[in-house]
């Protein structure tokens, strides 16, 4: 089963507008991973947040991280077309060894021209 | 800069048929990793290997083998190949902790 959780599975706007997708897990983790996948290509790594981190920022990204919710999302401000693209939330669960990431099922961003 | 580099790209098989992915990694990561990507779904781990010589089993182990017998070098392979193994395939490597994660660009295996 998967980890990670992410809402909405599919979004669509504007050329300019935010976009904020959601991600829920179910077990405690040690830190919390975005990446980014375009069609038919690998993944790209996006922003790393560790457990005792609440908010982290990189360029026109913004993670959250609630750990007593167990939830995090991804706002991407001022968005462009180029970020049209799958966006994956992935955890690195405490109990478990190997560094293993444990993946959602991703959010289709479509961002119109 | 390489990163992580699989190969073959692509490749089609036939029920019943063996092959091997290999995967390299030039960053000095003691960790690697096995995933797979079907249609419309996250990655899910196949096997992983924490350090040369070493291999445990992932989320879906089934139908698989691995060896890690140099640190830079994991392979996987599936010695009959069945078509729910129609996937694309991800390797990845990482420090310890989960940091570093880098993908190679993936494989997409059909097996008819």
């Known amino acids: 089963s998967q980890q990670g959780e992410e809402d909405p599975q599919a979004l669509s706007i504007q050329e300019g507008e935010n976009a904020t997708m959601n991600c829920s897990y179910k077990t405690s983790i040690n830190n919390l991973q975005w990446y980014r996948q375009n069609s038919g290509r690998g993944l790209v790594h996006l922003i790393l947040?560790?457990?005792?981190?609440r908010e982290k920022h990189s360029g026109r990204l913004r993670v959250t991280l609630d750990t007593s919710k167990k939830s995090s999302s991804l706002l991407i401000t001022a968005s462009r077309a180029a970020d049209t693209a799958s966006y994956f939330c992935?955890?690195?669960?405490?109990?478990?060894?190997?560094?293993?990431?444990?993946f959602g099922e991703g959010t289709q961003l479509t961002v119109n021209p | 800069n390489a990163g992580v580099t699989q190969t073959p790209k692509f490749r089609v098989l036939k029920t019943g048929q063996s092959m091997t992915l290999l995967c390299a990694q030039d960053?000095?990561?003691?960790?690697m990793y096995w995933y797979r990507q079907d249609p419309g779904m996250g990655l899910r781990l196949i096997h992983y290997?924490?350090?040369?010589?070493?291999?445990a089993k992932g989320e879906v182990p089934d139908g698989y083998n691995v060896s890690r017998l140099k640190k830079q070098n994991f392979l996987l392979g599936l010695e009959s190949a069945a078509p729910s193994q129609t996937s694309v395939y991800f390797c990845?490597?990482?420090?310890?902790?989960?940091?570093?994660?880098?993908f190679g660009s993936g494989t997409r295996l059909t097996v008819v």
């Open positions: 290997s924490v350090g040369e010589g070493t291999t």
């Open positions: 990845a490597s990482s420090y310890p902790g989960g940091y570093g994660y880098t």
């Open positions: 947040i560790r457990s005792n981190e």
């Open positions: 960053m000095n990561h003691e960790y």
């Open positions: 992935a955890t690195t669960p405490l109990e478990t060894s190997g560094s293993r990431l444990t």
